[in-house]
């Protein structure tokens, strides 16, 4: 199968992707964005109406023991700096959830909401990105999936979970779906690694621009016509992880903002007159979504009709091919949908109206590309928002030692050897990556392994890869989607394996793909002041590369400078100064290096100090 091709040619089993849980990885983050919606309304007044209330899902959260554990908050939540900050109960695994609650203000109903709000939302994630785990949108149902559809294409190599989110009923009434839905939320973004757009309801986790509203006074809401479910919360927690989309390469995450508003739906029906067509079709209209009938099926003995549609693609605007039906996908079944396709009109597979919407407001955001190129980058899929034919792998695919286990146990059927399979996987997988032998990981892959399946101790291959420094082996896991943020149970992503091995050239192809440190800011400080005392000058250079802090001080406040004045290393004090450190930061006992290096009349380091030291009042 070849890797996902995107618009610039990008190229677990339940408990594996589940974040770890012993100290340092039992704590996941996850922001909550408010924006609106039923789920917090409260119901007051003469009139019985439900209208949002601004802080009074906050205040009410934290009422609810399966929402907020009060004893543990009491000694934890100190450590969040959003006064917002609730902690979920101990989770079956042991894994603690600490979420914090963004309010927007004001409060919308989602049938009010914008390309502004959605540039809102895709900011705040920005801004947020390396500070938490996930991301929960709590949002109105009546435009959800269009909401999701945006930021799938916004919120660009996207390597965290985004979860929407609402209900039908508010979270407060006694008796409402809006708590299983959040709750639902809140643990896979928690506990799973899925980094994609989604939406969660009614125990379904489904891919975000595959989603429709089907149903306004169902808790049954959304559903997803043409893919699976990502996930079904029953009594166990089922995850199709082949399914899962992951950005493949070495792609840092970005946002779009660049949204063309220029769009809309065009629905065809029996007798529509030529000039309606024509007046739709008028500038600023750069464009449309084309409904037909049926597999993709138009009017095209309609002469009239065809026409307008012909002399729009030619002057520029791009209509795609959606069919009217729930279910199913356009297609070049029937010579009506051959001829249509003739003209200029784009075949839009299965793509949801709402998906093909918002994938064409993002692509005629982008200036720099032609007519043709948009065109061409419209018919490819680039967030999973439509099948498109690929090379498919085989399935039934065993490697040797798979079949001969699998006859020594004598397992005949296929589910028994998938069983088989998805025991051994994680240790095949890993024991390939520490050999650096692509050719193994390769065959893994076509026997229906994912890079995402983690040993006992919850270490990927991409871990294992990068503490052994095996660049070729990363960049490989990393054209193939392997996860750069999931942590081990002892809270350790990749990037941070391959700074306390020193694997420099796996730091700069970790970085380049997105990663970034997630052990807490003291715990950086310590490790780095550690490594000035025990470890060569090139462990700093480590540190600097993935974007640590080289000012930060342990947990008495001292920084590595202090301690490579401490220790007199004069090369470690020119590495450190030459990088930015500040010789006049203080530690908690009001120490700052220089003045130590003073006090030590080490007047080699003290002049290399005051070269760089700013001035005192």
């Excluded at 029996?270 to 079709?281: D, G, K, W, Y």
């Excluded at 680039?382 to 699998?406: F, N, Q, W, Y």
Aim: charge should be negative.
């Amino acid at each position: 199968m070849a890797p996902n091709v995107g618009e610039d040619d990008e190229p677990k089993k339940e408990h594996e992707d589940v974040i770890g849980d012993d100290v340092g990885g039992n704590v996941s983050k996850v922001k909550v964005l408010y924006t609106g919606g039923t789920i917090g309304m409260a119901n007051r007044g003469p009139s019985k109406a439900y209208s949002p209330e601004p802080k009074f899902l906050v205040q009410e959260l934290r009422k609810l023991p399966i929402f907020h554990d009060t004893s543990y908050a009491h000694h934890f939540l100190e450590t969040v700096d959003n006064e917002a900050a609730l902690c979920m109960p101990r989770q079956k695994n042991g894994s603690r959830i600490i979420y914090s609650v963004s309010e927007y203000d004001p409060l919308l109903d989602s049938s009010n909401m914008t390309y502004a709000d959605y540039a809102l939302l895709a900011t705040d994630i920005e801004k947020s990105y390396h500070e938490y785990d996930a991301f929960v949108i709590l949002h109105g149902t009546d435009t959800m999936a269009f909401t999701a559809s945006a930021l799938s294409f916004m919120l660009k190599n996207l390597g965290k979970p985004v979860i929407l989110t609402g209900s039908q009923i508010p979270i407060f009434e006694t008796r409402s779906d809006g708590r299983d839905n959040f709750l639902g939320a809140l643990i896979l973004a928690g506990c799973y690694h899925i980094p994609e757009v989604t939406i969660y309801f009614n125990n379904v986790l489904m891919r975000g621009n595959r989603c429709t509203k089907a149903n306004a006074e169902s808790f049954d809401a959304f559903k997803s016509p043409n893919m699976e479910p990502l996930v079904t919360m029953d009594i166990n927690i089922n995850v199709s992880w082949e399914a899962v989309f992951r950005h493949r390469g070495l792609h840092k995450f970005c946002v779009n903002f660049d949204m063309c508003p220029n769009v809309g739906v065009l629905r065809l029906f029996p007798s529509i007159t030529e000039a309606t067509v024509s007046a739709f079709l008028q500038p600023p209209m750069q464009g449309v979504v084309l409904q037909t009938y049926g597999a993709g099926n138009g009017p095209t003995a309609r002469l009239d009709l065809m026409n307008v549609l012909k002399e729009a693609t030619a002057r520029g605007i791009i209509i795609v091919n959606c069919t009217q039906c729930s279910t199913g996908a356009v297609s070049a079944l029937y010579s009506v949908g051959k001829e249509l396709e003739e003209i200029g009109v784009i075949p839009g597979s299965d793509m949801t109206v709402e998906a093909a919407l918002m994938k064409l407001s993002y692509l005629l955001g982008k200036k720099n590309k032609t007519i043709s190129e948009l065109r061409k980058l419209m018919a490819k899929n680039l967030r999973g928002e439509m099948s498109v034919a690929t090379e498919k792998d085989d399935a039934l695919v065993h490697l040797p030692l798979i079949s001969r286990l699998a006859e020594t146990m004598r397992l005949s059927s296929s589910q028994e050897v998938g069983t088989l399979k998805d025991a051994i996987f994680p240790y095949l997988l890993c024991a390939a990556s520490r050999d650096g032998n692509i050719d193994a990981l390769e065959q893994l892959r076509h026997a229906g392994a994912t890079f995402n399946l983690s040993d006992y101790d919850g270490r990927t291959p991409l871990h294992i890869a990068a503490s052994e420094g095996h660049t070729d082996t990363v960049h490989y896991l990393l054209d193939w989607g392997a996860p750069v943020h999931l942590r081990d149970r002892y809270g350790h992503a990749p990037l941070d394996d391959a700074v306390r091995f020193d694997k420099i050239e796996v730091i700069k192809l970790l970085t380049a793909a997105g990663a970034h440190l997630t052990l807490p800011p003291t715990s950086q400080g310590t490790l780095l002041c550690e490594a000035v005392v025990n470890t060569p000058v090139n462990a700093l250079e480590a540190w600097r590369l993935a974007g640590a802090d080289l000012n930060q001080g342990d947990y008495d406040g001292r920084t590595p400078l202090h301690l490579a004045v401490a220790i007199q290393d004069m090369s470690k004090v020119d590495y450190l100064m030459s990088h930015g450190a500040d010789p006049l930061v203080k530690d908690r006992f009001g120490q700052t290096a220089l003045g130590q290096a003073e006090c030590t009349c080490d007047l080699a380091i003290v002049t290399r100090l005051k070269g760089h030291a700013l001035p005192t009042e």
